[in-house]
């Protein structure tokens, strides 16, 4: 443990709750320097300083749990402050590997490469890690963002072009030796979601800071290791069940996400969670373009909006699988203050979407509480974040163990077509489709003639990073 740490806890399943994967062999590791070593928003970010290169560059990159690559702006970009210049630095080295990510509302397109890299407020020492540099970029960086990078925190199978790139993560546990966990809290509640200023934040690599937590940490195992994967087993709103088959959560999965602003909910769930709020909340009319995110909220600034709406629960299994624990947010976490109008009026968004694909855990969630990703004993574990107060009164609750006797023993679809193996499939029915047309072209040429015919499958089309999710 850290010096001045606190002895290890049971948590309520019965095991350690993690402090003891924190105990550092050599005794150097220091979480509390670690402490606050975030700035940013839920609006576009949170961010951890850098540095990159020798004589190292300062750079802020963005800590996002929902993908795998460590890319920084390789050249100036109009809405970029700082960029990496790998000319400068003596230790850059170039694997000569173009990797292109593309996004449905964005893109970049850089190099393969590694570097040493410092965090003044992270684990001492330096440490080569492979970076791709961000050559080309479009609707990637955005006007007001405040990060030149993105840190991917998630496994190795989301990384491009492929599972072999080493994740930053995975080459600090081999080198500097720390265990395998991270933990991460996001101090932003109640607050603008895109303010003037910046709110705090702690990514502490290689354990657990017990100030940052308050009662017990609870864990949910991970499904699957590609994202963090989880199961969720109901949604209540108001105390009410939503009464939906519990593999409407997961559908296609359930992961969490500190590179997604937002709560996001499959589409037949935010439906529910729409309707239930509307039902339950003190407002008789609400237009419908404030839960589809194209219209904005707005009182009076002496006035707390919050209270006219209930309060939100998700059921996750707990590692005894005949029991799941429940995190909570108040509406000050969902509810979410955006833009000031003139003296009078404060205007708020609502901080849930839908989605095609996925339910996400992102900003408006983790802000909630502190995020323990203990990937050595592949779980995620929750605990109240001290820092999650509105007005002086926590805005997050964790309650448990409940029974699972009322929902189904595995709530995952079995069948689950991964995004790599999607894009394997494609490309093969693409080479297969490919083929027979050279064919038919071949037998209808006179004279016949061979020719080559080549396809762009230089450019990656990624699914596997939400950030695209992350702005309104």
């Known amino acids: 443990l850290r010096p001045g740490g606190s002895a290890p806890q049971q948590d309520p399943a019965g095991g350690a709750d ?3 994967l924190a105990s550092d062999p050599g005794g150097t590791l220091n979480f509390l320097a670690m402490v606050e070593n975030l700035q940013g928003d839920s609006g576009r970010g949170y961010y951890l300083e850098m540095l990159i290169g020798t004589p190292p560059q300062a750079l802020n990159i963005l800590v996002d749990t929902g993908s795998s690559n460590f890319a920084v702006a390789g050249v100036p970009d109009p809405d970029v402050t700082s ?8 230790t850059y080295r170039s694997e000569g590997i173009e990797v292109t990510v593309k996004y449905s509302q964005g893109s970049w397109t850089g190099v ?5 890299i410092m965090m003044p407020k992270g684990i001492y020492g330096s440490y080569t890690i492979n970076i791709a540099t961000i050559l080309e970029s479009e609707n990637f960086f955005l ?5 030149h990078g993105i840190l991917g925190l998630a496994y190795d199978a989301l990384a491009k072009p492929s599972s072999s790139v080493e994740t930053f993560f995975d080459s600090l546990v081999r080198q500097a030796k720390i265990p395998n966990i991270f933990s991460l809290q996001m101090c932003g509640a109640g607050l603008p979601v895109s303010g003037s200023g910046t709110n705090g934040g702690s990514l502490v ?3 657990i800071e017990p100030s940052l937590y308050t009662g017990d940490i609870w864990y949910t195992p991970i499904k699957e290791e590609w994202y963090y994967q989880v199961e969720i087993l109901k949604l209540e709103v108001g105390g009410q069940n939503l009464q939906l088959d519990c593999r409407e959560y997961n559908a296609d999965k359930a992961i969490v996400d500190s590179g997604t602003t937002l709560l996001r909910l499959p589409e037949k769930v935010f439906s529910a969670v729409v309707q239930a709020i509307a039902r339950t909340s003190l407002i008789q009319e609400f237009s419908s373009g404030f839960w589809t995110g194209s219209q904005l909220a707005c009182w009076d600034k ?10 939100l629960s998700i059921y996750l299994r707990d590692e005894n699988s005949s029991r799941s624990f429940r995190i909570s947010i108040l509406p000050q976490l969902y509810i979410q203050p955006i833009l000031g109008i003139g003296e009078n009026l404060q205007c708020y968004r609502f901080g849930i979407s839908s989605s095609t694909n996925a339910l996400v855990i992102g900003a408006t969630v983790m802000e909630g509480f502190y995020v323990i990703f203990d990937r050595a004993q592949r779980r995620v574990g929750f605990a109240v974040s001290p820092c999650a107060e509105a007005d002086g009164s926590p805005v997050s609750e964790i309650e448990g163990p409940f029974t699972t006797a009322d929902v189904a023993s595995n709530c995952v679809s079995s069948v689950s077509f991964h995004e790599p193996v999607l894009w394997i499939a494609s490309y093969a029915l693409m080479s ?3 083929v027979i047309l050279l064919v038919l072209i071949i037998l209808l040429l006179i004279p016949p003639r061979c020719q080559h015919r080549y396809t762009d499958n230089d450019v990656v089309n990624d ?3 939400l950030v695209r999710h992350r702005w309104k």
């Open 18 to 20: 993690g402090l003891a």
């Open 83 to 90: 960029y990496f210049d790998a000319e400068l630095s003596s």
């Open 112 to 116: 393969l490469g590694t570097d040493v």
């Open 143 to 147: 006007p007001g963002v405040k990060w």
């Open 205 to 207: 690599l290689g354990g």
């Open 302 to 311: 002496t006035e707390r909006p919050w209270s006219l709406f209930p309060k």
């Open 432 to 434: 297969l489709c490919g």
């Open 463 to 465: 699914e596997s990073s």
